[in-house]
């Protein structure tokens, strides 16, 4: 399955309004273009678990997960699958902000 055109803009909008950073694609590499250190990481974590009702376990969380905005929106997407979220509807990501 793959994930909704608004999970990507909903995901662009949260690292734009928490983390000020505006004009990544979904493939920009987030890591690798220092967009993101240990700081900014954590909270990119607890602004996707507030935004999209998910608890991400850190234990099972690989860095992968979180280097672009393709691979957060997969993360997501694993996680609904899983049934490991609260109750925050994914099909409509892109109607609210935090």
Same mark, same amino acid.
């Given at each position: 399955m793959r994930p909704?055109?608004?999970l &990507?803009i909903a995901?662009? +909008?949260?690292?734009?309004?928490?983390?000020?950073?505006e004009y990544?694609s979904?493939d =920009? $590499?987030?890591?690798? $273009?220092g967009?993101l250190d240990? *700081? =900014?990481l954590v909270?990119?974590i607890?602004?996707?678990e #507030?935004?999209f009702?998910?608890?991400?376990?850190?234990?099972e969380? +690989?860095?992968d997960?979180l280097? %672009?905005?393709? %691979?957060?929106a997969?993360?997501?997407m694993?996680? #609904?699958?899983?049934g490991?979220?609260d109750d *925050? +509807? &994914?099909?409509?990501?892109g109607s %609210? =902000? *935090?």
């Amino acid at each position: 399955m793959r994930p909704d055109p608004d999970l &990507f803009i909903a995901i662009r +909008e949260l690292i734009a309004q928490k983390l000020y950073l505006e004009y990544i694609s979904e493939d =920009t $590499d987030l890591l690798k $273009d220092g967009a993101l250190d240990s *700081v =900014t990481l954590v909270q990119l974590i607890l602004n996707l678990e #507030q935004r999209f009702g998910v608890r991400i376990e850190l234990s099972e969380l +690989e860095i992968d997960d979180l280097r %672009s905005v393709r %691979s957060i929106a997969n993360l997501l997407m694993r996680l #609904q699958r899983a049934g490991i979220r609260d109750d *925050v +509807e &994914f099909a409509h990501a892109g109607s %609210s =902000t *935090v």
